[in-house]
Structures are given as structure tokens and as C-alpha cells.
């Protein structure tokens, strides 16, 4: 006759359960900064990828544009593109919308649309001016276009640019479309640029990344934000054109450009993110705010002040990564406004 025998073991008593609660707890509040960490990491790294794919279009584009920069943006003169630096009937309206720089690439299959985007940025990057007919190229109920249009119509102006833009275009290198006079309203106009005329390309930017918002890259009408995400930043200042680069004095015998501030040689007018995270307007020189401040710092490093960094890409087509204030102390951005008319060297205030 056989017994049964009673094998079961004995449950976890509450304590050991609550133990071994708290060491997982404790293992979780240790691996989820590094997990973060490891994945804004990640992120800053596509960025930078999405850059190079961007340098290879650009390098290609320079071979077939004879070794020119293109605009960062033209108004066509029609719905084929086309356009001209010397036309003064050239649509104030903006007719046939813009025409900006990533299309110079991504329009000849150079680069694909989407190596204009950041997945640290929200949707990827900050919409066109003019959005076109697609709702998911739009933000819709904060954004307006050159129309007033606050929501997308079968007709609406769609601009030639990436849907979605995360990368500024460095003003010194690729201009606005103030080639003439009367667009520039000013002394001075602007020039496309050679390559050959960048003296130090591997410490020169090309483009870097624009802030993680894209009200700061438009102005406020009313409710709405016209945004501007088309324009490049220049981060340089005149004694005597200050915020305007076309009021620069054009017959000094010498250029009196700078980095920054002629008042503020420390910080260069680059303020606190705290000040301008939430700002608009700052591509606009009549804003006050200097736009070095439309850098992206969203990317790992900087410090709790001033914010993270942004990827630039230079012109040598390395890209490094660095916070807006490190690249105007390390001067990144050139030693010449190259692409102004006129007496254009950015000079050494500390020398």
C-alpha cells in the first residue's frame, strides 16, 4: 500500500515578496537613466546620419551648380521652378510659393525628403510656410499660411521644400533671396556662393539643426504663427546694421561684422533656454532676439542653462556635434559673411 506524500513548499512570506518588490523597484530607478540615455543617444545619431545623407546630395548638387551653393530660398517665377537672382518682378505675393534648398537636392533625387527630419523633433520637424493640401503637413489650429489659410484646401500653395524641416541652413553660405535691391531694402544684397571662396570648410557649418519648436521659426498674426522655416540664420552683427545684415554700412573701407554682440563678447547673445524655448519670432530681425537663438539644443550635453546640443554639419561634409554657444566661442560659423555683397570679414573683437 502506498502513502501520499505532501511535497508542496511553503509560499513567500510578505517580506520576501516586499524584498524582492524593492530590488526590482531599485533595478528599474537604476536602468531607465541609461535606457533614456541610450535612446537620445540613438536619436542625436540618426540626426547626424540624416546630415551626411544630406552632405552627399550637397556634394553631388556642387558638381552639377559648377561649385555653387544653391539660395536657401527663391520665389519661382512659375509652377515649373524656375527662377532668377536679378529679377526684380520676381512674385511678392509669392504666387508659386517657395522654393528652398532641400529641394535643390531631394527635387533631383539627390537625397530623400525625409533626411531633412529629427526624431527628437515633434512630427519630425517644423512644417513649410506654405503646407499644401495635406492636413499632416500642417499644425493645424496654431499655424497660418501667405494666404491667411488656416487649414489645408484642395488649392492651397503647397511650397517646393521637405514637408517636415528640422536643419537651418547657415545665411553665411546659403542665402535668402534678397539678391536685388528692392528685396534686400537695404545697402547691401546678398550673393550665391562657391565653394572655393570657404576658406576653412572643416570648420565652417553648413547647416545645423533648428530649436525643438517651430513657433520660434515663425512670427505671431493674431492667433496664428506664419512660419518661416524656409529662412537660414545668420549669427552675425554690424556696428551699424545690428539685427538687419542689409543695413550694414556698405562703404566703410572695412567690415565691421562680429560674432554675437559687440556688448556681450561672453554668452554672444546666446540666451537661456528657459528664455526662448517657448518663443516666437526669432528668425525675424525686428524680434530683438538674436538668431543664434533658433539652434536646436535638444541632443545629450550643454548643461541645465543653456540647454543640449545640435548636430552641425560642415561644409567638408563631417558633422559635429557641440551647443550653440560653443560654436560662436569656436567661431564654426565662418570668418566671412560670404555670401554679402560688400566688405564682409567677420572680425576678432578679442584680438
Given at each position: 500500500?502506498?502513502?501520499?506524500?505532501?511535497?508542496?513548499?511553503?509560499?513567500?512570506?510578505?517580506?520576501?515578496?516586499?524584498?524582492?518588490?524593492?530590488?526590482?523597484?531599485?533595478?528599474?530607478?537604476?536602468?531607465?537613466?541609461?535606457?533614456?540615455?541610450?535612446?537620445?543617444?540613438?536619436?542625436?545619431?540618426k540626426c547626424a546620419a540624416h546630415q551626411r545623407q544630406i552632405a552627399l546630395g550637397t556634394s553631388v548638387y556642387l558638381t552639377e551648380a559648377r561649385g555653387t551653393y544653391p539660395p536657401s530660398y527663391v520665389y519661382p517665377i512659375d509652377w515649373d521652378g524656375n527662377w532668377s537672382t536679378d529679377d526684380d518682378g520676381q512674385s511678392a505675393s509669392k504666387e508659386f510659393g517657395y522654393m528652398h534648398w532641400s529641394h535643390f537636392l531631394y527635387g533631383g533625387g539627390k537625397v530623400k525628403p525625409d533626411a531633412f527630419q529629427c526624431p527628437n523633433y515633434p512630427e519630425g520637424g517644423a512644417p513649410r510656410t506654405n503646407p499644401g493640401p495635406e492636413s499632416e503637413?500642417?499644425?493645424?489650429?496654431?499655424?497660418?499660411?501667405?494666404?491667411?489659410?488656416?487649414?489645408?484646401?484642395?488649392?492651397?500653395?503647397?511650397?517646393?521644400?521637405?514637408?517636415?524641416?528640422?536643419?537651418?541652413?547657415?545665411?553665411?553660405?546659403?542665402?535668402r533671396n534678397k539678391f536685388t535691391g528692392v528685396f534686400s531694402g537695404g545697402y547691401r544684397v546678398n550673393v550665391l556662393v562657391g565653394d572655393s571662396r570657404v576658406r576653412n570648410p572643416g570648420g565652417t557649418a553648413l547647416a545645423t539643426e533648428f530649436l525643438q519648436n517651430w513657433r520660434a521659426l515663425g512670427i505671431r498674426e493674431g492667433g496664428q504663427v506664419l512660419v518661416k522655416s524656409h529662412r537660414p540664420v545668420n549669427v552675425f552683427f554690424s556696428e551699424s546694421g545690428r539685427?538687419?545684415?542689409?543695413?550694414?554700412?556698405?562703404?566703410?573701407?572695412?567690415?565691421?561684422?562680429?560674432?554675437?554682440?559687440?556688448?556681450?563678447?561672453?554668452?554672444?547673445g546666446v540666451y537661456p533656454l528657459r528664455d526662448i524655448k517657448n518663443q516666437t519670432n526669432i528668425?525675424?530681425?525686428?524680434?530683438?532676439?538674436?538668431?543664434?537663438?533658433?539652434?536646436?539644443?535638444?541632443?545629450?550635453?550643454?548643461?541645465?542653462?543653456?540647454?543640449?546640443?545640435?548636430?552641425?554639419?560642415?561644409?567638408?561634409?563631417?558633422?559635429?556635434?557641440?551647443?550653440?554657444?560653443?560654436?560662436?566661442?569656436?567661431?564654426?560659423?565662418?570668418?566671412?559673411?560670404?555670401?554679402?555683397s560688400g566688405p564682409n570679414e567677420v572680425m576678432r573683437v578679442r584680438d
Open positions: 500500500m502506498h502513502r501520499k506524500v505532501n511535497r508542496s513548499r511553503p509560499g513567500f512570506t510578505l517580506i520576501e515578496l516586499l524584498v524582492v518588490v524593492s530590488i526590482i523597484a531599485l533595478l528599474i530607478s537604476i536602468l531607465l537613466p541609461s535606457l533614456k540615455s541610450a535612446r537620445e543617444q540613438a536619436k542625436a545619431v503637413d500642417w499644425e493645424i489650429g496654431e499655424q497660418r499660411d501667405d494666404a491667411g489659410q488656416t487649414v489645408p484646401t484642395p488649392d492651397s500653395v503647397e511650397d517646393k521644400q521637405a514637408p517636415r524641416m528640422s536643419y537651418a541652413a547657415n545665411a553665411a553660405i546659403i542665402p539685427f538687419n545684415e542689409y543695413y550694414a554700412a556698405s562703404e566703410i573701407p572695412r567690415s565691421d561684422f562680429v560674432y554675437g554682440l559687440l556688448e556681450d563678447q561672453e554668452t554672444f528668425l525675424d530681425h525686428t524680434s530683438g532676439i538674436p538668431q543664434i537663438n533658433a539652434i536646436g539644443r535638444h541632443h545629450p550635453g550643454g548643461d541645465e542653462t543653456y540647454g543640449g546640443t545640435a548636430n552641425f554639419l560642415f561644409c567638408d561634409g563631417h558633422v559635429e556635434r557641440m551647443t550653440p554657444l560653443q560654436s560662436m566661442r569656436e567661431r564654426k560659423w565662418g570668418d566671412r559673411y560670404y555670401a554679402l
